[in-house]
């Protein structure tokens, strides 16, 4: 009890810490201090009536939302005893692996840099400038020649560096139960079985309403949909930032999805926030970075060519661009196993006092990166909003599919939840596969690192990322890589070579996310 109370005394300083260097802070300062002018406030009750005052014109609700987002993005607090890197991740052999994966995407840039004869970073001469900055909302007419540059790595090339992960201390007496995982994830994580993850997910439930289901045209409208607008509007009306969360979890009516997003990610677009993105702008439009034309590459690779997202693409060049200047996203690396990235002035090599984060926000830009943002601008169309909303997304979620970690949402346990998912309820095809040289990790790997972004319909996918935000977890991209091959197992019971199940797999445009899931979930015998 004495633990509870100690780690809950340190979660409330944490989050009173975060909070007190936040624009919030000085705003409710403000209105505090505005309100001593009001009759209703009384000397002798001073503090409760100011109370009263924040909590009727709304500011409470306001302070509520922080603090729940704060919870949302923050891990607990560690023992007092504890180092810093344990945040970060409590296992050594994980920490390690993603230095060493590290030092191979910098060497990659580095080489890059080297062939090319291109700095990291340069100041754009005052011509350059005034370009960019009148065609800042038609970069994608720009056709730089882009041949030499290559993406740092691809996704193949991360699972590459998963599959040797091992934990050491099982090198000489593995567990009987963990030699019996046929799969390509050797490490040992506690991942959720069938009747957990049931439980986890039960709103998904098949006697509960859900919309990618019951908004289809063989069910009347009435039964379901209608009043689940009706709620909506009435979480989006009250502001609550924890009641959007659970609503969400149902699906998000495609009028309110944008407004309840940003409630939950608790994203309100103040003039400084607008001040803020243009301040990125202004940095990007100064100074040329070599992940620009990373970056460039990248949109052009995948959003470009893409039958929903290729008119976005001037979009995707902007939120991109100002991200990585963007120095707040350094704080993610509190709680992340990755680190950012440094830089030495030329001649200062390994002098700290001459090293700066390349680029500023600590992220190196892989193959498919672009495609995080892409289904965000069906959303958004205010770009300093569409910004927020990513960087936001990215610090809570996405980061989590590129870096190695023990967290149940990082990319390692969600590999090793899919096999296991189709090891133990889909043995036959799982062994099939195997048998034949196609892993399924191998197919859904790539799926899962963009979250299901370009492969699914976008109307699908937003009802699948509804389900992200509403369980704060990126468990459900697992299991539904799972309900997938569980969908199409019969034809893949079929093929004989990779290549042919690979081509099975190859269009997942016509899924209906929903279905998959629940049929997988609760009609998988147990």
Not at 226 to 255: F, I, K, M, W
């Amino acid at each position: 009890m004495l633990e509870q109370d100690t780690g809950l005394s340190l979660a409330i300083a944490q989050i009173v810490q975060r909070l007190k260097g936040s624009s919030l802070h000085s705003q409710l300062e403000r209105q505090a201090r505005g309100s001593l002018h009001k009759p209703e406030i009384k000397l002798e009750s001073l503090k409760e009536d100011i109370k009263d005052f924040l909590k009727t014109s709304g500011w409470e609700k306001r302070l509520q939302n922080a603090v729940y987002s704060e919870l949302n993005v923050f891990p607990s607090p560690c023992h007092p005893a504890a180092p810093p890197e344990h945040m970060k991740e409590p296992l050594v052999y994980m920490r390690k692996a993603q230095g060493s994966w590290e030092k191979r995407i910098l060497k990659s840039l580095n080489s890059m840099c080297t062939e090319l004869s291109i700095p990291l970073a340069r100041k754009r001469p005052i011509g350059e400038q005034k370009e960019l900055f009148n065609k800042w909302n038609e970069m994608g007419t720009d056709e730089p020649d882009l041949s030499l540059f290559r993406p740092v790595y691809a996704p193949k090339d991360f699972l590459e560096v998963l599959m040797n992960l091992r934990n050491p201390n099982y090198e000489n007496g593995d567990q009987p139960s963990f030699r019996n995982h046929l799969g390509l994830i050797q490490v040992p994580l506690k991942v959720k079985d069938i009747p957990e993850l049931k439980d986890y997910f039960s709103e998904l439930g098949l006697n509960t309403g859900q919309l990618g289901i019951d908004d289809s045209t063989q069910v009347p409208p009435e039964l379901f949909e209608n009043e689940h607008v009706r709620v909506g509007q009435t979480v989006l009306t009250e502001q609550d930032s924890a009641a959007a969360q659970q609503y969400v979890r149902q699906g998000c009516p495609t009028a309110l999805r944008a407004e309840l997003w940003a409630l939950i990610l608790n994203i309100s677009n103040q003039p400084e926030d607008i001040l803020y993105y243009e301040q990125l702008k202004s940095n990007v439009i100064q100074h040329d970075l070599l992940v620009d034309s990373l970056i460039y590459k990248d949109v052009k690779l995948t959003a470009s060519n893409d039958d929903y997202y290729f008119v976005f693409e001037d979009y995707l060049y902007q939120v991109l661009l100002c991200f990585s200047r963007d120095t707040s996203v350094l704080e993610h690396f509190s709680y992340n196993s990755a680190t950012p990235p440094k830089s030495y002035i030329r001649g200062k090599l390994g002098m700290e006092e001459y090293a700066v984060f390349y680029p500023p926000n600590g992220v190196i830009p892989f193959h498919g990166f672009s495609m995080y943002v892409a289904p965000l601008c069906f959303l958004y169309h205010e770009p300093s909003k569409l910004y927020q909303i990513f960087r936001e997304m990215y610090v809570r979620f996405f980061f989590r599919l590129h870096s190695i970690s023990s967290h149940p949402s990082g990319i390692v346990s969600l590999c090793l939840l899919f096999e296991t998912l189709l090891q133990t309820h889909l043995p036959q095809l799982f062994y099939h596969l195997r048998e034949i040289g196609a892993q399924p990790l191998r197919i859904s790997f790539k799926w899962m690192v963009r979250a299901f972004s370009g492969y699914l319909a976008t109307d699908q996918l937003l009802l699948l990322w509804d389900r992200i935000l509403g369980y704060n977890s990126l468990e459900i991209l697992a299991v539904l890589a799972a309900a997938v091959f569980a969908f199409r197992a019969v034809n893949l019971m079929e093929v004989t070579s990779l290549a042919a199940a690979e081509a099975v797999l190859a269009d997942l445009s016509t899924l209906k996310v929903m279905p998959l899931l629940q049929i997988f979930l609760f009609a998988t015998v147990t």
